[in-house]
Every structure is written in C-alpha cells, then in structure tokens.
C-alpha cells in the first residue's frame, strides 16, 4: 500500500524556536497533503489544507503565520511551527492524496512535538 | 457548528465477542465515510469506507452500516481479537466532497479483555 513518511517522528524544542515537520508521499504523487493536530486523548482536528504549488488553505481559528506549510513538490509538504510555545505541544499528522486514485487517503504516522 | 460524534468513549468487549462502536453525525451533506484506527503514538490506520449510496459494507472481520435516516454510522467487528484494541474515528467528508478534506469524531476507545 502507499507510504506516507513523517520526519521527525518526536521532536524536542525550547520555547521561542522554529521546528520543521516534513510529510513525504514515497510511492504516490500527491497534489493536496492534509495538517492535522491531536491532542492527549482527543480527536484529530484538521489545521489546514496543503496544495501544490500554491497557498495552503487554513482552517478557521489557525494562525497562518504561526503554522506555516510549504508543498513545493507533489511528494513533500513541511509544516514549520514558528516561535514555539508549550501550547504548541501536540501530535501532528499529515494525511495525502494519491491523485492517480481519487479519494484515497494515506496518514502518516504523526510527529510528536513537545516545547519546554 | 456541525460534526461527528460518538455516543461512548470506551468499549470493553471479551476476546472472542463481537464489537460495535457507534458514531452519530449531524451534516447532511456528507456522502462519504470512513473508519479509522489509531494505535497509541501512531497515525489513524484506515479500516473500512462507505459512500451515502450504500448502507452496507463488509471487509475482512469489519461490517460498516450506515442509516442515513437518523444519520448514524456504525462498526461491526467480528470476534474481537486483543490487537484489536485501539482507539477507533468515524470521519465524513462533510460538504467538502472530493476534496479529501475529513472531519473526525470524538473516537471510541476499545479494550480487549483477554
């Protein structure tokens, strides 16, 4: 089956840095890759819509400037948290599209980030 | 505003028995559902789909019913087995149709008790 690899799979920051989450299709192109967070015992909440090649699409209630998502190619996505905060720690994942199958859906395995 | 929801945070079922993880959802507009499950630490595992032109649908050991009527969605697991255990989502597609976008219930936690 297709392959969505997240870097890193953890990641530890002190407060004020930048982190970067990349979210790569390894077997698939893919034109649209979703940016979820979840929280300890919650639900996925979807952050924001990455397109290829142009803006990425932000859901009400997230800071475009603060979670900022690059697609520059149809098989990476990067999901930068600028100026970090403990609030910010979470467990991000990115699902992608395989536009060869339409509706077909692939998750990552997800990125723990925790700020100190 | 509108989403999904489930009606029970956990479930405890003997090994052997058969599980059912409910979930309600509230937009109309949604054609599209799916059933995830989610290991501690890891990403959501796709399990079983449905589209709102069905209201049946069987995998290996997993049924999905779908009753558009009352707009719930349900997920039968056969002979539940200890790697079952998991936390388990409905999401739906909302009024987003085939753009990918999903939104996701509260999740159901499962136990398997040996």
């Known amino acids: 089956g297709a392959v969505v690899s997240q870097h890193p799979s953890w990641v530890i920051c002190k407060s004020g840095t930048s982190v970067k989450i990349e979210c790569r299709s390894l077997?698939?192109?893919?034109?649209?890759m979703f940016w979820y967070r979840q929280f300890p015992k919650q639900s996925l909440m979807l952050m924001a819509t990455?397109?290829?090649?142009?803006?990425?699409?932000?859901e009400q209630g997230v800071e475009k400037d603060k979670f900022l998502i690059n697609h520059a190619s149809l098989t990476l996505s990067t999901l930068t948290v600028t100026s970090a905060h403990p609030e910010d720690s979470s467990f991000y994942i990115c699902?992608?599209?395989?536009?060869?199958?339409?509706?077909?859906?692939?998750f990552g395995e997800g990125s723990r980030l925790t700020v100190l | 505003g509108e989403s999904v929801g489930l009606h029970l945070p956990t479930l405890s079922v003997q090994e052997g028995d058969n599980s059912i993880i409910n979930c309600a959802y509230s937009?109309?507009?949604?054609?599209?559902f799916i059933w995830y499950k989610q290991e501690s630490g890891k990403g959501p595992q796709f399990i079983i789909d449905i589209r709102s032109n069905m209201d049946k649908r069987q995998g290996q050991r997993v049924t999905v019913l779908l009753n558009k009527t009352v707009k719930h969605l349900s997920l039968q697991i056969a002979a539940t087995q200890p790697g079952d255990s998991a936390v388990y989502f409905c999401?739906?597609?909302?009024?987003?149709?085939?753009?990918?976008?999903?939104?996701f219930g509260q999740g159901t936690t499962l136990q398997v008790k040996p």
């Open positions: 990455s397109n290829e090649g142009s803006k990425a699409t932000y």
């Open positions: 999401a739906e597609n909302g009024d987003s149709s085939n753009t990918g976008k999903l939104i």
């Open positions: 937009n109309s507009a949604s054609d599209y």
């Open positions: 077997d698939f192109q893919a034109t649209t």
């Open positions: 699902s992608a599209r395989d536009i060869a199958r339409a509706r077909e859906l692939f």
